[in-house]
């Protein structure tokens, strides 16, 4: 997701910064000190405008969440729908930050789950290894994550999912559920949606997921 710059982006972050963290290393092994109770970590990398995080937070309060975007835009975006909220979510932080640095920014076993939504499939084959289910990605997210920690995957994507399923599947995880077609299998009626998912969905469009763990 790629947004234009916005003038009031930067200082709108840097007006809030008890919600939204611009420097994450600074919180590495220390994340649950931003929360008003320590609580199961769970990081979004890639959260868009924030809907599927802020959603999350809202219907698991006993959880804390933690929302990341590369991009200083979209993040202030999530920020301003955040502020927008009459009971605004303890259990929820934003962090402006690249997926790429996870080791820079989080202690070993400090992470319980992590969401991959809607990621940029990178189509051309050379730019595989910047798919965030590379095996690169996922070497970094087990060394962040406690042992048997979850990742789950969504794409509407067939090809970046079918890439993905073989990448977990060669790193050695271990895969709890796959769908082909989530919005008609039972599991929709618990789906949180991004607003991605929402717009896609709407056409008709299939949406994949899978639940797997490192073993």
Same mark, same amino acid.
Not at 24 to 46: M, T, V
Not at 72 to 97: H, S, Y
Not at 123 to 139: H, I
């Given at each position: 997701?790629r947004l =234009?710059?916005?003038?009031? $982006?930067?200082?709108l972050?840097?007006k809030?910064?008890? +919600?939204?963290? !611009?420097?994450?290393?600074?919180? =590495?092994?220390?994340?649950?000190? =931003? ?7 769970? #990081?979004? @990398? ?15 309060? /006993?959880? %804390? ?7 200083? !835009?979209? $993040?202030a ?7 927008? @909220?009459?009971?605004?979510? !303890?259990? #929820?932080?934003?962090?402006?930050? %690249?997926?790429?640095?996870? #080791? ?7 992470i ?14 050379k730019q $595989?290894?910047r =798919?965030?289910t590379?095996?690169?990605f996922l ?6 994550m406690?042992?048997?920690?979850? @990742? ?15 990448s977990?599947n ?7 559920? +796959? ?8 599991a929709? /009626? !618990? %789906?949180?949606m ?16 899978? +639940?797997?763990?490192?073993?």
């Amino acid at each position: 997701m790629r947004l =234009r710059n916005k003038p009031w $982006a930067k200082p709108l972050i840097a007006k809030h910064p008890a +919600i939204i963290v !611009t420097d994450p290393a600074i919180y =590495r092994g220390k994340w649950q000190s =931003r929360f008003a109770k320590e609580a199961p970590l769970y #990081l979004e @990398i890639g959260m868009g405008k924030g809907k599927f995080i802020i959603e999350m937070a809202r219907k698991h309060p /006993e959880n %804390n969440y933690l929302g990341m975007e590369l991009q200083t !835009t979209v $993040a202030a975006v999530a920020l301003k729908k955040l502020l927008q @909220i009459d009971e605004m979510p !303890t259990n #929820l932080q934003l962090v402006c930050g %690249n997926g790429n640095q996870l #080791l820079d920014f989080f202690a070993g076993s400090e992470i319980n789950g992590i969401f991959l939504n809607f990621s940029d499939p990178w189509l051309k084959k050379k730019q $595989a290894k910047r =798919r965030l289910t590379y095996q690169t990605f996922l070497s970094q997210y087990q060394q962040v994550m406690v042992t048997n920690g979850k @990742i789950e995957f969504k794409t509407d994507n067939q090809g970046f999912f079918e890439f993905s399923v073989k990448s977990l599947n060669n790193f050695g995880m271990k895969f709890d559920e +796959i769908w082909l077609d989530l919005h008609h299998s039972e599991a929709s /009626e !618990t %789906n949180v949606m991004t607003e991605y998912e929402e717009k896609f969905s709407q056409k008709g469009q299939p949406i994949f997921k899978l +639940i797997a763990h490192f073993d």
